[in-house]
């Protein structure tokens, strides 16, 4: 397999270990002890794996890289929602690129000026895990304010 090419998720589980490491980020890697897999399907876009952690809860992976855990996903959903909401006047109707996990969806409807968020997702399948093995975080997925397009647009 060349550096280009997506890992596969069950391969970087090495010992009950999931290990990501990167060409990206030399001299270093992530890792995190598996008790259990729960998910691991190839999408018509990417690999995708969600696993139990022992410390760090659900964690969604695609194409070997991790994506986020339950234990920490909040801080980088909060930044990435409310940063922009806050620096616009009373925003009613929100776009989001992106962002299958929902996470990002969560925040943005918890302003009481957002009367409805399209939500862009390439890829139904990462939705689906999401709602199934982190509904904590996939929460507003049924909020209706929110009208959730899947595909490649």
């Known amino acids: 397999m060349t550096e280009s090419a ?3 998720g069950l391969s970087l589980i090495e010992n009950g270990w999931f290990i ?3 060409a990206q980020w030399p001299g270093q890697a992530n ?3 598996v008790k259990e897999v729960l998910l691991h399907k190839k999408t018509k876009f990417q690999d995708l794996l969600v696993f139990a952690s022992a410390k760090h809860g659900n964690v969604i992976v695609l194409d070997g890289v991790i994506q986020i855990t339950e234990r920490d996903e909040m801080s980088y959903q ?9 620096s616009a006047d009373k925003p009613t109707h929100v776009l989001i690129i992106g962002g299958g996990d929902g996470g990002v969806l969560r925040e943005v409807v918890k302003h009481d000026t957002v009367e409805k968020v399209t939500w862009c997702e ?3 399948d990462v939705v689906e895990a999401a709602k199934k093995y982190m509904p904590n975080v996939a929460v507003a997925v ?3 304010k929110t009208e959730l397009l899947v595909g490649d647009g």
Request: no cysteine.
């Open 20 to 22: 990501e490491k990167n």
């Open 31 to 33: 890792a995190l002890e």
């Open 142 to 144: 049924s909020n209706p």
């Open 122 to 124: 390439i890829d139904g």
């Open 6 to 8: 997506p890992l596969q």
């Open 78 to 86: 909060e930044m990435l929602a409310h940063l922009p909401m806050f």
